[in-house]
């Protein structure tokens, strides 16, 4: 696990988030998982994040 930089695409705001951790707490949810056909054993998944700074939401991809 390891904090990752995200940025905001409504407010531009910056910050560090571990969202692997957090789709193990569960504190966040799979939008929709995608396969890779080029790499099968590579799936990824967008998950929606909400920015501490202007509370909307934006999606996220996540490797898994």
Not at 13 to 42: H, I
């Amino acid at each position: 696990m390891a904090l990752r930089k995200y940025e905001c695409p409504n407010c531009h705001y910056r910050f560090k988030a571990d969202v692997e951790q957090m789709l193990e707490d569960g504190k966040v949810s799979v939008v929709r998982l995608v396969k890779s056909a080029t790499e099968p054993q590579q799936n990824s998944s967008t998950v929606d994040l909400t920015c501490p700074n202007c509370d909307k939401e934006f999606e996220v991809k996540v490797e898994s």
